[in-house]
């Protein structure tokens, strides 16, 4: 199952719009935009993102390109240990 990685386009302004293009041209990934994920308190701060629902973020959208990578590993790594 594709990692489904969602921005908010009101966190623009903390420069997640260039990582999401990136992201975007995966097709190993689902990334979406929505105009708000309801995370107004997060979004004000720093970077995020949502991994397959949970919240990533970070200092910086490289610092959030990896940590949604981590995220990904991870959650491939509970699969992987679901059908064992």
Not at 16 to 38: A, F, H, I, R, S
């Amino acid at each position: 199952m594709r990692p489904i990685i969602e921005f908010c386009a009101s966190n623009i302004g903390h420069g997640t719009g260039p990582l999401m293009n990136k992201l975007e041209q995966n097709p190993e990934y689902d990334v979406v935009e929505y105009g708000c994920l309801n995370n107004c308190g997060e979004c004000y701060l720093r970077p995020f993102a949502m991994v397959d629902g949970e919240i990533v973020e970070a200092d910086s959208p490289e610092e959030l390109e990896q940590a949604i990578e981590d995220a990904i590993k991870e959650q491939e790594a509970w699969d992987s240990l679901e059908i064992d």
